[in-house]
């Protein structure tokens, strides 16, 4: 099987690297909010309690970079709903190849190009900003993208598959995804310090909030048990309830 991941992943790893702006385009959004939004919380978090400890750039770099694996990855699956109607799918159901291979080929791929991006992100702020942060950190953080890269991408793909629909896919998506990025505290960190009671507690029914706050603990050093754990154990169940939702639907429409 792992022969057949290799030859999806490099497959749509190359026709990546043929068009390789679109890296560049999808990390536009996250690297504005980082010169033009960040500069703004510089003299907010000096001077409001509230927020997490450390300063503007270990709160607001970690959680762009969980920007990045959630919205970067969350619309490949219409590039599969393009492969779907071009044919491209149909020809793969009579191959040899396995179903899961399909998948994880392509998540792979999408895991990968959302790294590039936050590693771009990541050295822009060192360079532009002055971030500092441990290096363990910054591994640690990219591995929880990495992992929130992939169970975005299979859920994308599962959900494309499931509706079939250019015009239902985006909607279903932006429904989601907005309320999502307001309740998991990346552009504003939802804490009990800044945020109405009931608006924590809806916070805290967000998985992601969870990540985010996993992330920027990587990034000021605080490698507890009490920092991670959460975060660390939400995410991997997230990931595998994705990734059996994925292979299952890939299994059921290739069959």
Same mark, same amino acid.
């Given at each position: 099987?792992?022969?057949? !991941?290799?030859?999806?992943?490099?497959?749509?790893?190359?026709? =990546? &690297?043929?068009?390789?702006?679109?890296?560049?385009? @999808?990390?536009? @959004?996250?690297?504005? +909010?980082?010169?033009?939004?960040?500069?703004?919380?510089?003299?907010?978090?000096?001077?409001?309690?509230?927020?997490?400890?450390?300063?503007?750039?270990?709160?607001?770099?970690?959680?762009?970079?969980?920007? %990045? #694996?959630?919205?970067?990855?969350?619309?490949?699956?219409?590039? &599969?709903?393009?492969? +779907?109607?071009?044919?491209?799918?149909?020809? &793969?159901?009579?191959?040899?190849?396995?179903?899961? #291979?399909?998948?994880?080929?392509?998540?792979?791929?999408?895991?990968? @190009? $959302?790294?590039? @991006? #936050?590693?771009?992100? %990541?050295?822009? $702020?060192?360079?532009?900003?002055?971030?500092?942060?441990?290096?363990?950190?910054?591994?640690?953080?990219?591995?929880?993208?990495?992992?929130?890269?992939?169970?975005?991408?299979?859920?994308? +793909?599962?959900?494309?598959?499931?509706?079939? =629909?250019?015009?239902?896919?985006?909607?279903?998506?932006?429904?989601?995804? &907005?309320? !999502?990025?307001?309740?998991?505290?990346?552009?504003?960190? %939802?804490?009990?310090?800044?945020?109405?009671?009931?608006?924590?507690?809806?916070?805290? %029914?967000?998985?992601? =909030?969870?990540?985010?706050?996993?992330?920027?603990?990587?990034?000021?050093?605080?490698?507890?048990?009490? #920092?991670?754990?959460?975060?660390?154990?939400?995410?991997?169940?997230?990931?595998?309830? *994705?990734?059996?939702?994925?292979?299952?639907?890939?299994?059921?429409?290739? *069959?």
């Amino acid at each position: 099987m792992w022969r057949d !991941v290799w030859l999806i992943f490099r497959r749509d790893l190359v026709l =990546s &690297l043929r068009n390789p702006a679109w890296i560049f385009i @999808q990390i536009m @959004q996250p690297v504005l +909010y980082l010169v033009l939004f960040g500069p703004l919380l510089e003299k907010v978090v000096a001077s409001t309690p509230g927020f997490p400890p450390g300063d503007v750039w270990t709160i607001f770099t970690p959680a762009l970079i969980v920007m %990045i #694996a959630l919205f970067g990855t969350s619309f490949v699956g219409f590039g &599969l709903l393009a492969d +779907y109607r071009s044919g491209v799918v149909e020809r &793969l159901r009579v191959t040899p190849t396995s179903r899961t #291979a399909l998948l994880l080929g392509k998540v792979l791929n999408n895991a990968l @190009q $959302a790294l590039v @991006q #936050a590693i771009l992100l %990541i050295t822009l $702020a060192v360079v532009a900003f002055g971030l500092r942060a441990p290096v363990g950190g910054i591994a640690l953080s990219l591995l929880i993208a990495g992992l929130l890269a992939v169970t975005m991408a299979s859920a994308s +793909y599962a959900l494309a598959l499931t509706l079939r =629909s250019e015009e239902a896919f985006p909607a279903l998506l932006n429904a989601v995804l &907005l309320p !999502v990025l307001l309740l998991s505290g990346i552009l504003l960190p %939802i804490t009990t310090g800044l945020a109405p009671e009931w608006l924590y507690t809806i916070s805290r %029914i967000n998985p992601f =909030s969870h990540v985010v706050e996993a992330e920027r603990a990587g990034f000021r050093g605080d490698f507890t048990v009490d #920092a991670l754990l959460t975060g660390s154990l939400v995410l991997v169940a997230l990931t595998a309830l *994705a990734l059996l939702w994925g292979v299952r639907t890939f299994r059921r429409e290739n *069959a």
